[in-house]
């Protein structure tokens, strides 16, 4: 097994990522009012905590330990907060334009952690299977609102 160098490693921000739209979704699952977008959005939830702890067992095996970037931090928070806005009302359409702009800010940062990932071709084939459930999850809301975000 490769080791990671930790200097270059955006592993960690990847759970903060998962850690806040975890939340972001658990939380809108209990505000809106529309039960099959509740169900949705909690699936949506336990997806990305079970993302986190995989990520989190694979740099703990690798031995590789980091504190997470404050910058990248904030602008996660940001974006989950917009999205914890958008659900304090509970209007479907907010929630479903805040999850898309969510998962695509998901995806973005999914593409540079892959880039930057170099020589381990483990860490880079489970962000590809976790990029493809995130895929999945876009396609999912994106097909539940029909044409409105098409």
């Known amino acids: 097994m490769q080791n990671i160098n930790q200097s270059s490693l955006p592993i960690f921000n990847l759970i903060a990522l998962l850690e806040d739209a975890k939340r ?3 939380n809108a699952s209990e505000k809106i009012k529309d039960e099959v977008l509740k169900l949705l959005l909690e699936r949506f939830g336990y997806q990305r905590g079970r993302y986190s702890n995989e990520l989190r067992q694979l740099v703990a095996r690798l031995g590789a330990t980091s ?4 910058y990248t ?3 996660l928070h940001r974006t989950w907060m917009d999205l914890r806005r958008s659900f304090k009302f509970g209007k479907k359409e907010q929630v479903i334009s805040a999850c898309i ?3 695509e800010t998901a995806l973005r940062n999914y593409s540079i952690a892959i880039e930057q990932i170099q ?3 483990e860490v880079r084939i489970i962000l590809q299977q976790q990029v ?3 895929k999945t999850v876009l396609n999912t ?3 539940y609102t029909g044409k409105m975000y098409n």
Do not use: T, V
């Open 73 to 75: 931090l904030s602008l």
């Open 132 to 134: 493809n459930g995130i």
């Open 101 to 103: 702009k969510a998962e």
């Open 67 to 70: 504190p997470i970037d404050q």
């Open 119 to 121: 020589g381990n071709d």
């Open 141 to 143: 809301i994106k097909e």
């Open 24 to 26: 972001g979704y658990l």
